[in-house]
């Protein structure tokens, strides 16, 4: 299958580092492609908004230093997420700063994105969309997308219930174009497991926010680390879609994770009160279980990249 020009050459992994809310920023992105992976955070993290334009800078100039100081390393370029919704009230202006500084990649999220795509083609953007049916699929297609995040079961945060082995290969009946595929994705061998299966990059989120640059609070980093997949819970309750949360940081909330109600999904609510989405009650994936510490994202790369390389071989090993 395809991959983008743009990724030739730069990829130490097949794969992209999911944006994670609140917790990406700077440092986390630089580090990640640093380490040969696509970093993204989402434009929404930059507060106040005017902080993304010094963002996008920072990252852009100082990935370009790197490049120039060894151009032999394989830097990966960045992405930043478009939450392509009603209640983004920030696109406009998070779009023109992406364009000011000629954001390589867009990751969007929630609706089909149209404009957004237009306007990131005009300045030579990619765009990929988050999917979790083959109806998205073909909706994000129709917009003119440049490839499909397929968010299936097990994934953190907003997350699907289909299986990567039905997903993936619904898609491929009819696109051939650039697959990246998430959900419960934690190890290298996992992301030979997503080329196998007929995606082109894996999208890890969980693994990373258990690092030493994750803008996440220490007692998050612990909780990804002592908890395994029994302890997410699939929930639309705290933004109106459903999506997969840490039972700790739920009980902590003073609720019962086994009890909960549903939500409007139209209402699109990221908490109420004193108890947030994101900020309180903690999003991950069903990946969880392989997470044992806190290490710096350069070491967790080199982790999968030596537990990719080890199933490589363990496949030819076992190939008839």
Known sequence: MPIPALFAGRLSLPVIAAPLFIISHPPLTIAQCLSGVVGAFPALNARPKEQLDDWLAE?????????????????????????????????????????????????????????????????????????????????????????????????????????????????????????????????????????????DLAYIGTRFIATTEARAREAYKQMIVDSTAKDVIYSSLFTGIHGNYLRGSIEAAGLDPDALPSADKSAMNFGSGSTKAWRDIWGAGQGVGQIDDVPATAEVVARLAQEYAEARVRLAEVAP
């Open 59 to 199: 990252i852009t100039e100082t990935l370009a230093a790197e490049r120039r100081k060894r151009p032999e390393a394989k830097i990966a370029p960045f992405a930043v997420n478009q939450i392509v919704h009603a209640s983004n009230d920030r696109l406009e202006h998070d779009m023109a700063l992406c364009e000011k500084h000629r954001v390589p990649i867009l990751i969007t999220s929630l609706r089909a994105p149209g404009d957004v795509a237009k306007q990131a083609h005009a300045w030579g953007g990619l765009v990929f969309h988050d999917v979790i049916s083959v109806r998205h699929a073909e909706k994000a297609l129709e917009a003119g997308v440049d490839g499909l995040i397929l968010v299936c079961a097990g994934a953190g945060g907003h997350a699907g219930t289909l299986s990567p082995f039905a997903l993936v290969r619904e898609v491929r009946r009819f696109y051939d174009g650039p697959v990246i595929l998430s959900g419960a994705i934690a190890h290298g061998a996992s992301i030979l497991a997503a080329q196998a299966m007929g995606a």
